[in-house]
């Protein structure tokens, strides 16, 4: 079963443009991790936050995180045509068990 | 370095058959894990090893699909009497050991179609 919900399933912008891409969860987490995949082949990681950060920055990504609402929030800013990919959330859960819980992934398409 | 690798890349096989695919983690990386992505779902968890030994292999749709890491290192996912529904994309990650801090890496994947 999938644990994460991205919203919005796709989005489609203009280059130099910020795309804000959101996940939502259900049940406690460690933390929250954002992939990209091109093609649908391997993926790429690109940051983890965890349940005791709120906010965090890697180049032109923010991500956020609200476990009071089990949300997160992946903003590129700036962005370029290279950034057309899926992206997903992964999640991973409390306890021993280190397997990650994905979305169904946002398709983003970045016009030139 | 070498990234995790996969071989296949890509794989047709007839209903029925048995099928084996490989996945070659980053050295030194002690946990491995396996999943499974369906056209335009997201990768889901099948059975993740640390060390030798499967630690977790809840995600294992039924017993025709089994896994192994013998030595602890390269690890092969054997599929038995494949069904049309197995056709899939096939994720192998490793990372450095297991617990939630370790960013997992994924490998290309192998594409598995079942005719």
């Known amino acids: 079963s999938q644990q994460g919900e991205e919203d919005p399933q796709a989005l489609s912008i203009q280059e130099g443009e910020n795309a804000t891409m959101n996940c939502s969860y259900k049940?406690?987490?460690?933390?929250l991790q954002w992939y990209r995949q091109n093609s649908g082949r391997g993926l790429v990681h690109l940051i983890l936050i965890r349940s005791n950060e709120r906010e965090k920055h890697s180049g032109r990504l923010r991500v956020t995180l609200d476990t009071s609402k089990k949300s997160s929030s992946l903003l590129i800013m700036a962005s370029r045509a290279a950034d057309t990919a899926s992206y997903f959330c992964?999640?991973?859960?409390?306890?021993?068990?280190?397997?990650?819980?994905f979305g169904k992934g946002i398709t983003l398409s970045v016009r030139p | 370095g070498a990234g995790v690798s996969q071989t296949p890349s890509n794989k047709v096989t007839e209903k029925g058959k048995y099928v084996e695919l490989r996945c070659d983690p980053i050295s030194g990386h002690t946990a491995l894990y396996w999943y499974r992505q369906s056209l335009g779902q997201g990768p889901e968890f099948l059975i993740y090893?640390?060390?030798?030994?499967?630690?977790?292999d809840s995600g294992l749709p039924n017993d025709r699909f089994f896994a192994v890491r013998p030595e602890g290192s390269v690890s092969t996912l054997k599929i038995q009497r494949t069904e049309r529904g197995d056709s899939a994309v096939y994720l192998c990650?490793?990372?450095?050991?297991?617990?939630?801090?370790?960013?997992?890496?994924f490998g290309p994947g192998t594409r598995l179609t079942v005719l």
């Open positions: 090893f640390q060390g030798t030994g499967a630690a977790d």
């Open positions: 990650a490793s990372s450095l050991s297991t617990g939630g801090g370790n960013e997992q890496f």
């Open positions: 992964a999640t991973h859960g409390r306890g021993a068990n280190s397997k990650l819980t």
């Open positions: 049940t406690s987490i460690n933390n």
